[in-house]
């Protein structure tokens, strides 16, 4: 099956909106074992579309079309289907029924322009939207069978999952079973991952990928067909051996999911102390449910004197090391811990830019220290010629990665402090208690 996507609108076009929901569909289909063969995206002209429509009709087996299904005059997708069809838009009453109905509940009148997202071509097959109020539609066009569906990320994603992946499966029989791995890395650049796996020998029907986003890169093992899969496990294995710290975790989306995930299972508990990040590195916590188990505290000491007052730091020690140095880190860890005895404390103190550097202690220098019962870990890292963000990205994800090691080697060997091949580490400490 040749599966492609359409995206319209000219803010996507022109760039003005970035296209998330193409990202998210490509990714979602890989994870059912079916990749995605084209993506085309197209202006608010109906000409473009009607002729866009008709010409991948002809390559494809079935084309997503995302977007111009509203009420205004630059939602164009049913007409422009309509016309590459040489078919006329009829108004599907039931879904006039239903919008009607729809907005009597929510005690408001309903606009006149809403009634045009009940017209759809004749031929179409009405698609419920569950989340919205304009429906998508399917029609055969040449040898496609288009799907359209709204542009709202949050409809758009509910109609993937809960019509468009069932058509699919009900439809189209896939030409071979497939499987997909994945593999999330940091502190190592793209090249450097190629160069250590391009030597490796990769069983038939295996292919391999990467996807960099900072701060990861993403390693995709891909398995085509019965004997590919069967072989599948095995290399997984050779990979990571042969990335070794490489490798932070597995079909997990970011590290920070990741350490979520293993703070719950293992019933271990946190707090915070952030300088540099300024409550990013909480916040990555914060974005998944269930984080208030384990997460104690996350607390912003951005000046020398918060970290006084709210951590107890002693004066002396920002005077003599500064407010940037292993020293500083490793007691706001402590003292964050204390205050609410946590089994583990994470502090973040640096120079993220673009100004406030010295020769000494440059743009990008960012202490982070671990602390456990057992013990202290604090690092200096060197995050040179990144932008402000990335320098917080980076230091974040390195702190999680520094815990998230810590929490497993309470059962098994494993260092919590790892070299990474594209960011130095000018300096570390580890103290054991």
């Known amino acids: 099956m040749k599966l492609e996507m359409i995206c319209t609108g000219e803010e996507v076009l022109s760039g003005q909106i970035v296209d998330t929901n ?8 890989m994870n059912q074992g079916i990749e995605l063969q084209r993506k085309t995206t197209v202006g608010d002209r109906l000409d473009d579309l ?5 010409e991948r009709s002809q ?3 079935v084309i997503l079309v995302n977007g111009g299904l509203g009420p205004t005059t630059d939602d164009l997708s049913a007409e422009a289907l309509a016309l590459a069809l040489g078919e006329e838009l009829v108004e599907d009453k039931d879904w006039r029924l239903y919008l009607i109905e729809l907005f009597k509940k929510i005690d408001r009148k309903l606009p006149a322009n809403m009634l045009k997202q009940c017209l759809i071509p004749a031929s179409a097959i009405r698609i419920d939207n569950a989340e919205g109020t304009a429906p998508g539609f399917r029609a055969k066009l040449n040898n496609a069978w288009l799907f359209f569906t709204p542009g709202v990320p949050i409809e758009f994603k509910a109609m993937v999952k809960q019509q468009f992946i069932p058509f699919i499966e009900t439809t189209y029989q896939p030409a071979q079973a497939t499987l997909l791995h994945k593999l999330l890395t940091l502190g190592h650049g793209e090249s450097f991952l190629a160069d250590k796996l391009d030597v490796m020998e990769i069983p038939a029907g295996i292919t391999l990928g990467y996807r960099p986003s900072a701060p990861h890169v993403e390693v995709k093992l891909f398995a085509r067909g019965d004997a590919a899969i069967k072989q599948l496990p095995a290399f997984i294995e050779k990979v990571k051996d042969t990335l070794g710290t490489a ?3 597995e079909n ?6 990741a350490v979520h995930e293993l703070l719950l299972n293992k019933k271990r508990s946190l ?5 540099c990040t300024g409550g990013m590195l909480t916040n990555q916590l914060i974005e998944f449910a269930g984080s208030s188990s384990y997460l104690h505290q996350g607390l912003v000491t951005y000046s020398n004197q918060a970290k006084q007052n709210i951590l107890g730091l002693n004066a002396e020690t920002i005077e003599q090391y500064g407010a940037v140095s292993i020293e500083t880190a490793k007691a706001m860890a402590e003292n964050v811990r204390a205050l609410g005895d946590s089994d583990y404390a994470l502090a973040t103190t640096g120079i993220a830019g673009p100004d406030g550097g010295s020769e000494e202690k440059p743009v990008g220098t960012v202490c982070i220290a671990l ?11 060197q995050l040179k010629n990144r932008s402000r963000t990335i320098v917080r990205t980076m230091s974040c994800a390195i702190a999680l990665d520094m815990l998230r090691r810590s929490v497993l080697a309470e059962d098994e060997v494993q260092a919590v402090i790892v070299p990474y091949s594209f960011i130095p ?6 103290v054991m208690y």
């Open 22 to 29: 193409a990202a998210w569909f490509a990714n979602t289909m």
């Open 50 to 54: 009607a002729n866009t429509f008709i």
């Open 252 to 257: 997990c989306p970011s590290i920070a999911q």
């Open 59 to 61: 390559h494809a087996d």
């Open 271 to 275: 707090s915070i102390a952030e300088s």
């Open 247 to 249: 490798v932070v975790t």
């Open 425 to 430: 580490c000018s300096d570390s400490k580890i």
């Open 371 to 381: 602390v456990s019962r057992r013990g202290c870990w604090v690092q200096t890292v």
